[in-house]
T-cell receptor, first 113, second 118 residues
């Protein structure tokens, strides 16, 4: 049972436009969320995070929005660049679970030049 | 500063063979982790080491053993490989001791080992 779901396996966006990647979770106890970016043949790298006490966190072109009532978070990339083409994983931290971080299945973003 | 390194990058095994995946970090991190990534699934935690000298099971530990050789190195061993262990394996480390319990500690990942078991 996937507790963290990324329902879109892939997304294509034109360069310069906004990319919106979505992530849904099932456990209201999750209190911290992260996005990782992964290029082929490399490990995931940390991108941005958000605590459950906030609804928005911004870092340059990257903004993460959290809607706790909907158990939904999204990553916005504005403007999208070809170098953003990668697989994006969301992860959620469960403060009461043994394994703490639960990862989604990833969304492959392709930014078209 | 290489970060997290893993060897080998690729490996093909026959069912029943054994092998050890090596991981090292040069960031003086306290916690280290082994994950596997399978198609259509998120990263799943196999084992972790919350500090030098300690290891604990993660979500999917069966068929694996680990050794935290020292603060830098954390190895994953498959004693008798099975086709179900075909996967991409990632090692990660984080600064704080405590492993997954450390509150918002960022994990840094290695480049992965692609393992195929025939």
């Amino acid at each position: 049972d996937q507790q963290v779901k990324q329902n879109s396996p892939s997304l294509s966006v034109q360069e310069g436009r906004i990319s919106i990647l979505n992530c849904d979770y099932t456990n209201s106890m999750f209190d911290y969320f992260l996005w990782y970016k992964k290029y082929p043949a490399e490990g995931p790298t940390f991108l941005i995070s958000i605590s459950s006490i906030k609804d928005k966190n911004e870092d340059g072109r990257f903004t993460v929005f959290l809607n706790k009532s909907a158990k939904h978070l999204s990553l916005h990339i504005v403007p999208s660049q070809p170098g953003d083409s990668a697989v994006y994983f969301c992860a959620a931290k469960n403060p009461s679970g043994t394994y703490k971080y639960i990862f989604g299945t990833g969304t492959r973003l392709k930014v078209l030049a | 500063n290489a970060g997290v390194t893993q060897t080998p990058k690729f490996q093909v095994l026959k069912t029943g063979q054994s092998m050890t995946l090596q991981c090292a970090q040069d960031m003086n991190h306290n916690s280290m982790y082994w994950y596997r990534q399978d198609p259509g699934m998120g990263l799943r935690l196999i084992y972790y080491s919350a500090s030098e000298g300690t290891t604990d099971k993660g979500e999917v530990p069966n068929g694996y053993n680990v050794s935290r050789l020292n603060k830098r190195e954390f190895s994953l061993r498959l004693e008798s490989a099975a086709p179900s262990q075909t996967s991409v394996y990632f090692c990660a480390s984080s600064k704080l001791a405590g492993g997954p319990i450390a509150s918002t500690d960022t994990q840094y990942f290695g480049p992965g080992t692609r393992l195929t078991v025939l």
